[in-house]
């Protein structure tokens, strides 16, 4: 089943395989009809994530309907030492839900209700499984919406979200999910249920919050979920800057913010990642570009104005070639479109590997054209289509899944990149998570000691090491159990 | 209070630790001398970070800057004031309300998570904490973020330290993101609403679109103390604009149209604007050079209210509002009423209480932090055991 010999798993557990069908017995006990899976067949799409280098297939699949049920496959399992991988929607694409053999995947897909619409206090309490896209749709005709939007808000889930800290293009202004968090309930490794924050902006005690928040479900698993709703602005309008060069395009992004105006959004697309998504979305886009700015400002008419005129300014001293504004709702939505189906686009092209470096905005240009030379010492291709506003840069290594040697080189192509966004004053992943695909590398970003910290935190949630337990961390340098 | 460390590289606080742990003695983590809540803490020694001190690098293209955590607070201000930037989360100056004439530190701010009337629109403290570097109670020297905007590279250390009140590790160098200093400030001021109307009111303004950047409401028996008295006659509900000059004024003006309906309102400009807030950042009313107790309270912001409805039936109580609603600023008459505080801020769904100014007498018979519930408080030790296994900093703050 194994597609990237790259990549280990820690070795199944025996004694769990050993019990398999004791195991699936129990589960059935423990949940109502319907809410287990265990033949091969269910199994397969449960293999992967959207990190598709590396298939397994888990022991079994449990899709509890409720916070109690969660609990009380939690409590067996640990009870057991059996494995347990969390699963939202499994569109990771670092592989954080990626199962192993003796693990039993806990999936949030059947907790999909929304609980609480508190427009007073501005938030909503949602169950885990509920998607990015449908908070923000059940609040839209109120004139709310919910910030963070990862490109794969659609299917996506809150829980996943949590689970890995996701980004997405507007977080420029608005940040994070740790930044529109306020409250969770959760179960941990032994079946405790417990709640942390609330409606109240700031909570009591450590930030628990904050460090479960990105922790790729090593902590527990939240089965609800309390966010921050935010007033949708008067008017937004993404406005397309096109380059004759990749680096003017990376120095006009530095300039701008260094002159201290922050759009809600600055997405950057070089030509590969311009004619990929223009083929799929037919948005618009400049195509005798080298580079493109998709700039997105937000306010009353006069704002919006003041704000472009300012980034226009700016972008001519840059050499900025084409200047086009959307013109109407659905040109906006066309170019966002565009933007957001990048990388299914790209994957009807080539199989690809997508990198989540974030290096310092002065670094841009460097990384970019770097990343260029990296790709070509590899004989690939790269389309670069990224967050350019807070520099979390996304080059997608094309490459051919079923040739092997290829895919070999797409790999080590990719490590080069993020070894070369460390270096230059960055880090490793800005919002997709370490997962397993660079769990490996975490030693190029970290020392052994800011690990075993890492890690002695995690024991104090997880002393046994059952949740999700093969990511993040390198195997060697763990604590012995 | 007397010193017993001043470390003056983060590689000498680390050896310092390491021999007070090997010591298995207790060392008390102070700042520059703001006694705040750690007073009450007995340790055998007393390590301050005021000579690790310093501005590492500062970025402002990058938005970024670090600096050692005994920086004074007032040094990074000046310099970020210089380019233009700002510590967006806008800490408080406590020396006011706490009777104190030391100097906050940057390390103190973020071990505490200070945040001021901003934090409604701009995030807490520990959401513009990038990277931190500490050390632990072995002795250990740990990194934890970074210096870029986005960051999801292994567990985020960064917000659990943050607001851990130096119970988890000594902060010796912090990075944070830094922000344009809007060039305008106008303030819409709503007059005359009781507190349940306040809360109404300023739900709704934070439902429009005009980005109010910070909401408080200032009751009548607070009001005359903002602004030497300069606000107008009744309960004043503020709301805070921010940005260019020009949208500055435009939205001001649709805001104060939007409000008109429910009440007088009047617009203070830029100079007014920005020193009414300073006040209301720093608890101006209640900088009262007294010992009487002083909670900050946490709560969903249309209960907080409630809560001050309710304790006055049982209770002499004075408060104002920040956050829209959500935090209260409440002095008591007489003793801090910790228990009954905290069961009504239950029973109004949760939040907490944060006993900020009280005598040692009532300090030491009461929970300065909100206690947790059993399975939280619980975990929260093992996490504490893990940062520090031999229980050697601030022992006895937060649980």
Not at chain 1, 295 to 301: A, H, L, N, T
Request: charged content about 20%.
């Amino acid at each position: 089943m194994r597609v990237s010999d790259q990549i280990a798993f820690l070795a199944p557990r025996r004694s769990v395989l050993d019990r398999r069908e004791a195991i699936i017995a129990d589960l059935a006990d423990l949940l109502p009809p319907g809410c287990l899976v265990s033949d091969i067949r269910g199994l397969v799409p449960f293999e992967t994530d959207a990190f598709i280098a590396y298939r397994q297939l888990p022991l079994a699949v449990t899709l509890p309907e409720t916070t109690a049920q969660v609990a009380a496959v939690l409590k067996y399992c640990g009870r057991y030492g059996i494995p347990v991988v969390p699963r939202g929607a499994g569109t990771s694409l670092c592989g954080g839900a990626i199962p192993q053999e003796d693990a039993v995947v806990i999936g949030l897909s059947k907790m999909t209700r929304i609980l609480d619409i508190d427009l007073a206090n501005r938030t909503a309490t949602v169950e885990a499984g509920v998607t990015n896209i449908n908070i923000s749709e059940a609040v839209m005709p109120e004139g709310f919406f919910y910030a963070p939007d990862p490109s794969s808000q659609l299917a996506c889930t809150i829980g996943g979200n949590i689970g890995m800290n996701s980004g997405g293009a507007h977080c420029l202004k608005y940040g994070v999910t740790t930044n529109n968090l306020l409250g969770v309930k959760m179960v941990l490794f032994d079946g405790t249920i417990i709640e942390l924050g609330g409606k109240a902006l700031d909570a009591a005690g450590y930030d628990l919050l904050g460090l479960i928040c990105g922790s790729e479900g090593q902590l527990g698993i939240v089965t609800e979920a309390t966010v921050r709703l935010l007033a949708r602005p008067e008017g937004a309008r993404p406005v397309l800057f096109g380059f004759s060069s990749s680096e003017e395009a990376g120095a006009c992004v530095a300039e701008v913010i260094g002159a201290g105006i922050i759009p809600v959004a600055i997405e950057f697309m070089d030509k590969p990642a311009i004619s990929i998504c223009e083929a799929f979305a037919k948005a618009g886009y400049p195509m005798d570009v080298e580079a493109l700015l998709i700039v997105e400002v937000e306010g009353s008419e006069a704002e919006m104005e003041a704000t472009l005129t300012s980034i226009i300014e700016i972008a001519r001293r840059h050499g900025v070639t084409t200047i086009r504004e959307s013109q109407s709702a659905t040109e906006a939505a066309l170019i966002w479109k565009g933007r957001k189906s990048a990388f299914g686009a790209t994957g009807r092209i080539a199989d690809y590997i997508c990198m989540d470096g974030t290096v310092p905005l002065s670094q841009l240009s460097h990384v970019l054209r770097k990343t260029g030379e990296i790709v070509a010492r590899y004989g690939l291709r790269v389309a670069n289509v990224f967050h350019a506003g807070d520099g979390n840069m996304h080059p997608l290594i094309l490459y051919n899944i079923n040739d092997p040697e290829d895919a070999a080189r797409a790999e080590q192509a990719g490590n080069d990149i993020l070894r070369l966004c460390v270096d230059a004053g960055g880090c490793l992943t800005g919002e997709h998570g370490v997962g397993i695909e660079k769990r490996d590398l975490m030693l190029h970003q970290f020392s052994q000691a800011d690990l075993d910290q890492q890690m002695a935190a995690r024991a104090a949630f997880d002393p046994q090491w059952i949740m999700n337990p093969s990511k993040v961390f390198p195997l060697e340098g763990r604590p012995a159990a | 209070m007397t010193v017993d460390f001043e470390p003056q590289s983060e590689e000498e606080a680390a050896e310092i630790v390491r021999a007070v742990a090997e010591r298995s003695a207790r060392l008390k983590l102070v700042g520059g001398g703001m006694r705040g809540i750690v007073a009450d803490v007995a340790a055998d020694a007393v390590l301050s970070t005021r000579r690790l001190c310093g501005i590492v690098s500062y970025n402002p293209a990058e938005m970024t800057m670090s600096a050692l955590s005994g920086t004074p607070v007032s040094e990074i201000e000046a310099v970020l004031t210089e380019r233009r930037q700002m510590l967006a989360f806008e800490p408080m100056d406590p020396r006011g309300i706490l009777g104190l004439t030391g100097e906050p530190t940057i390390g103190g701010v973020f071990a505490a998570n200070v945040s001021g009337p901003r934090r409604l629109s701009a995030g807490a403290a520990r959401d513009h904490l990038l990277g931190i570097r500490f050390v632990n109670g072995e002795g250990a020297v740990i990194k934890s973020g970074g210096r870029v905007m986005k960051n999801v590279t292994g567990l985020d250390l960064v917000k659990l330290l943050a607001g851990s009140h130096g119970t988890l590790g000594l902060l010796t160098e912090v990075t944070f993101k830094v922000l344009p200093l809007p060039p305008a400030s106008a303030t819409v001021v709503l007059s005359d609403l009781n507190d349940a109307e306040a809360a109404g009111a300023m739900a709704r303004v934070m439902a429009m679109p005009y980005e109010v950047s910070a909401a408080a409401h200032l009751p009548e028996s607070v009001r005359g103390r903002f602004l030497g008295g300069a606000l107008p006659d009744g309960p004043a509900t503020v709301l805070r604009l921010e940005g260019l000059t020009a949208t500055v004024s435009a939205r001001a003006e649709k805001l104060a149209q939007a409000c008109s309906v429910a009440g007088p309102v009047a617009v203070l400009e830029d100079g007014a604007s920005r020193k009414l807030w300073r006040e209301i950042r720093d608890v101006a009313p209640y900088a009262d050079g007294t010992e009487r107790a002083l909670w900050c309270i946490s709560i969903a912001p249309t209960s907080g209210h409630q809560l001050v409805a309710a304790l006055r039936l049982e209770t002499g109580v004075d408060a104002f509002y920040d956050w829209q609603g959500g935090r209260v600023w409440l002095r008591m008459e007489a003793d801090p009423e910790a228990a009954l505080i905290r069961r009504f801020i239950k029973a109004l769904g949760g939040g907490h209480a944060r006993l900020i100014r009280a005598s040692a007498a009532m300090r030491a018979a009461t929970p300065v932090f909100e206690p947790e519930a059993p399975a939280v408080a619980a975990l929260s030790a093992r996490v504490r055991e893990k940062f520090d296994p031999k229980g050697i900093f601030n022992p006895g703050l937060m649980g």
